[in-house]
């Protein structure tokens, strides 16, 4: 299906405009380690401002964008570097939990006259001068198609909408799908979106090396509290050894979740020295946010992450002794 034809003139049910008043360059960013979700909103938010107000100035700041979502046409305006820019009239900051999330852009947030949050993480203080934060929403995505004109989007809009969609949703199968997701992602199959192709290549389709570090954290994982939680480590010798980058270990960590009898998943990646990036996923009562906050990361009740130091060990440890915790009141 071709491009839709735009309207001329202020999209009809569009919420966005509030925030773009007199507004002359806007930036856009998302989290650091930019996943589906963060990836999808931004460039679906800088497609749909340069194609409903094209006197607009829209830059994007991401740190590199995984190949996955490379997919994604506008990939190649992402900015990556650390350049001087002048102030902003308004910042947008998408998926990113707290400010500090937003790590090389932050100092165009502060800068900026108007800053606009929007994300769907519930640990999110609400740190813009506009928030438009709905836990109860499965992406980032999701939200902002509430704030869009869906019926005056193109096709490359749908398609960043959608690729965020599936990705925090685990293709609709985890818990935060709803009503609202479902009837929003029909809407964007409606306009022409090719999710066969977009599921494949985004979500399953894995390079050789991924598949590799799938089987070695499968095979190095081990279980803990009567098989109701499994742990994987994959250290910095690993990932040299696959000269692997941590995108490379997407899905792996979905993939431990669904061991079955497992309630808890939990992947640690070596990103330093005596410094672990921490991925927890839960299935049905383990609160991973609360886990995640208590070492000062964030995200959902069933999806969540922080960063730790000391050894491989110390981390285990810190970490199953509150997991036990839970899972000891709920028994």
Do not use: W
């Amino acid at each position: 299906m071709p491009l839709r034809q735009k309207r001329m003139g202020m999209p009809m049910n569009d919420q966005l405009s509030k925030y773009l008043e007199g507004a002359g360059r806007v930036a856009v960013a998302g989290h650091t380690r930019p996943d589906g979700d963060c990836v999808g909103s931004c460039l679906a938010l800088y497609a749909y401002l340069k194609e409903n107000y094209p006197k607009l100035t829209v830059d994007v700041y991401l740190e590199n964008v995984p190949d996955a979502y490379c997919v994604l046409e506008d990939s190649r305006i992402v900015i990556t570097d650390g350049r001087d820019a002048q102030p902003y009239d308004v910042f947008f900051a998408l998926d990113a939990s707290d400010k500090e999330r937003l790590a090389g852009a932050v100092k165009y947030f502060d800068k900026a006259k108007k800053t606009v949050c929007i994300d769907h993480h519930i640990s999110n203080p609400g740190y813009g001068d506009e928030n438009v934060v709905y836990p109860k929403a499965s992406s980032t995505c999701e939200v902002l198609a509430t704030l869009m004109d869906l019926d005056n989007i193109s096709v490359k809009v749908a398609e960043a909408l959608y690729v965020g969609i599936i990705c925090d949703t685990g293709c609709f199968k985890h818990s935060n799908t709803g009503e609202q997701t479902m009837n929003i992602a029909g809407k964007l199959m409606r306009l022409g979106v090719d999710f066969s192709r977009l599921t494949d290549e985004v979500f399953y389709q894995k390079t050789y090396t991924q598949n590799q570090l799938l089987g070695r954290c499968l095979l190095e994982s081990f279980l803990m509290f009567s098989g109701k939680c499994i742990i994987s480590v994959a250290d910095r010798k690993v990932m040299d050894f696959y000269k692997a980058k941590s995108s490379d270990l997407e899905g792996v960590i979905d993939q431990m979740r669904v061991t079955k009898g497992v309630e808890v998943a939990v992947l640690l990646t070596e990103i330093g020295e005596l410094s672990y990036k921490v991925s927890m996923r839960s299935n049905t009562f383990v609160d991973v946010a609360k886990i995640a906050g208590h070492f000062g990361g964030g995200g959902h009740i069933r999806a969540a992450g922080c960063s730790m130091s000391g050894t491989k060990y110390d981390v285990i440890n810190n970490l199953t002794r509150l997991i036990e915790e839970q899972l000891k009141n709920h028994d």
